[in-house]
């Protein structure tokens, strides 16, 4: 997993994508029966919101034919600024915002 500042991802990432190129989802954790799977996540969300970064994973297709874009997932650590920022609402409980976006298609030049 990478890691990019959070102040770019909110004000040039989100802001520049159009919304049909991107959705924005709460993760939670599922409930285990080791209590160690839960300790990970949370240390994970708080590393992420003590340096003010975002995770960022590149999501490639299985296949090179591959119907699907390129998508680009960025987990943020949510806060009252960065939920207003995003405009989704501020849920009591531990979770991590992801941020899925489409990679803009290069458009190959055209010769005439």
Not at 9 to 14: A, D, E, P, T, W
Not at 19 to 48: C, H, I, T, W
Not at 79 to 103: D, F, H, K, N, Y
Request: a positive charge; charged letters at 25%; proline letters at 9%.
């Amino acid at each position: 997993c990478m890691r990019a500042e959070l102040s770019h991802v909110l004000s040039h990432i989100f802001k520049s994508i159009p919304p049909n190129q991107r959705a924005v989802r709460r993760l939670v954790p599922m409930a285990s029966s080791d209590p160690a799977n839960g300790k990970k996540f949370f240390e994970f969300l708080q590393y992420l919101a003590q340096r003010s970064r975002a995770g960022v994973v590149k999501m490639q297709p299985a296949h090179a034919s591959s119907p699907y874009p390129i998508r680009t997932l960025y987990l943020i650590p949510p806060s009252t600024s960065v939920c207003q920022a995003m405009g989704v609402e501020r849920e009591p409980r531990e979770s991590i915002l992801a941020l899925i976006c489409v990679e803009r298609m290069k458009v190959a030049d055209k010769k005439e």
